[in-house]
Nanobody
Framework: QVQLVESGGGLVQAGGSLRLSCAAS????????MGWFRQAPGKEREFVAA????????SAADSVKGRFTIFRDNAKNTVYLQMNSLKPEDTAVYYC???????????????????WGQGTQVTVSS
C-alpha cells in the first residue's frame, strides 16, 4: 500500500504560480512512477503530467507544456508539480497518483495508476 497526500493548492490570480506537493508513505517511493491528474467541475479527470521512478522520463499534457513541470525527490518521498503562468482554465482539483514501475516507462492513462491521493483544490481567478 502507498498513501499519498497532496498539498500546496489554493487561490491564485491568472499569471501566477503554485507548487503542488505529494508526499508518499508506505512502500518504497522510488519503485513507483508518479503522476498528476486534475478534474474540473462537470468534467472528467484528465492527465496533467507524469514522471518515471528515476526521473529519467517525463510527460505532460499539451495544455500545460511549457507552463507546468513535474519533478521528484526520492530521498523525501515527494513528487512536485510546479505550475507557472496559471490560467482560469487550470482551475480544478489536482490529484497525485502512483504506479508500481521500475522502468523508464511513464504512464499517462487513468487506469494505469494503482494509488490515488485525496486531491487539492487549485483555483485561478481572472
Amino acid at each position: 500500500q502507498v498513501q499519498l497526500v497532496e498539498s500546496g493548492g489554493g487561490l491564485v490570480q491568472a499569471g501566477g504560480s503554485l507548487r503542488l506537493s505529494c508526499a508518499a508513505s508506505g512502500r518504497t517511493f522510488s519503485s513507483y512512477a508518479m503522476g498528476w491528474f486534475r478534474q474540473a467541475p462537470g468534467k472528467e479527470r484528465e492527465f496533467v503530467a507524469a514522471i518515471s521512478w528515476s526521473s529519467r522520463s517525463t510527460s505532460a499534457a499539451d495544455s500545460v507544456k511549457g507552463r507546468f513541470t513535474i519533478f521528484r525527490d526520492n530521498a523525501k518521498n515527494t513528487v512536485y508539480l510546479q505550475m507557472n503562468s496559471l490560467k482560469p482554465e487550470d482551475t480544478a482539483v489536482y490529484y497525485c497518483a502512483a504506479k508500481g514501475s521500475s522502468s523508464w516507462y511513464v504512464p499517462k492513462q487513468l487506469g494505469e495508476f494503482d494509488y490515488w491521493g485525496q486531491g487539492t483544490q487549485v483555483t485561478v481567478s481572472s
